[in-house]
């Protein structure tokens, strides 16, 4: 071996010694961050985006969402993962209901400690779970004694009072955890909230202008808030959000017979979902009716989630959807 390779040999061991111990001291570094962070966690969708957009920029807060991208809210159910980062929250926000059932014995796990748990439904005026016109019957007796008495409609973020009511309960949270960066998070929220009531005045202003005033679903229906709220009617082929996903003939007859009466020229299906059954109405039903995707927040894809959509912008993409179905 010449002298040359030597020399090579031992610049390359440096290179790779002092990399190694580089990154050890990076991770070590990073992990000490971490531990240093205020730790929020959210179980769904809405409650991620609107503390997103509450925290902004601040460094010092870790905000993690629990359900994640491209999944089914009411089939979650935590890992033993995700019960530690419960565990180590300082602030840990969900909604509870039927649809967070595994919420009770989570926090029963977690137990009396310092950090603060938001039940951001207990802010929100709820309403009972309604049955929808159309809606396919569930299988009554089996059911019944698994819907609690009462049970209310856990998709409290469809309407956007409900929305600005939930940023302003998170913001209020993070002041009182951060109280350094209270005005930031003010500052933030009032941002957002504004976006909200700008969106707010768009759908508005198209049902104000609108010649009628069902939307029919050929899916399920989670958005009986947003319903309510711009005092609208609704048809659907489910009940809220029953994990039945064939409806009978006379279900889907049913909404048929209304899309034709009442000249109703889109059908609608919810996000992360084919809308194989709005498809079949609309194609059944023909003249030009069609089947579109509306957002119902219910929680967002991932590549939504990676193209850094929020609440707002989602919402967005139903103005066309809405104008196109009720005006
Ligand atoms: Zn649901």
Not at 218 to 232: A, E, H, R, S, V
Request: proline share 2%.
């Amino acid at each position: 071996m010449n002298f040359k390779k030597i020399i090579l040999i031992i610049i390359l061991l440096a290179i790779i010694v002092g990399a190694g111990f580089f990154m050890l001291k990076g991770r070590s570094k990073k992990q000490e961050a971490n531990n240093d962070k205020i730790k929020v966690v959210s179980s769904n969708f809405a409650s991620y985006d609107f503390l997103r957009a509450i925290i902004g920029d601040n460094d010092n807060v870790e905000l993690t969402f629990l359900l994640g991208p491209g999944k089914d809210a009411h089939s979650y159910d935590p890992t033993a993962q995700d019960l530690i980062t419960i565990q180590n929250a300082d602030i840990f926000v969900y909604i509870g209901g039927e649809m967070e059932k595994w919420s009770d014995k989570v926090l029963e796990a977690v137990g009396d400690k310092k950090s603060k748990i938001i039940c951001i439904a207990d802010d929100i005026d709820t309403i009972e779970e309604k049955e929808v016109d159309g809606a396919e019957e569930e299988e009554e007796h089996e059911h019944e004694e698994e819907h609690e008495e009462g049970a209310f409609d856990e998709h409290i973020w469809t309407s956007p009072k409900n929305a600005i009511k939930m940023v302003e309960v998170l913001e209020k949270t993070m002041e009182e955890i951060d109280n350094n960066n209270a005005e930031k998070y003010k500052k933030n929220s009032e941002k957002y909230i504004a976006e909200i009531k700008n969106i707010d005045k768009q759908i508005q202003n198209i049902v104000d202008n609108k010649k009628r005033y069902r939307l029919v679903f050929g899916d399920k229906m989670p958005m009986q808030y947003f319903i309510d709220y711009y005092n609208l009617k609704v048809s659907a082929a489910f009940n809220g959000c029953s994990t039945e996903t064939e409806p009978s003939a006379s279900t889907i007859a049913y909404l048929e017979k209304k899309v034709k009466e009442e000249n109703i020229p889109v059908v609608l299906y919810v996000e992360l979902n084919p809308g194989r059954v709005a498809k079949t109405i609309a194609t059944e039903v023909g003249n030009g009716c069609e089947a579109m995707q509306i957002q119902a927040l219910h929680n967002i894809t991932l590549d939504d989630f990676k193209n850094g959509e929020t609440w707002v912008s989602l919402m967005t993409r139903n103005l066309e959807v809405l104008k196109k179905a009720l005006q």
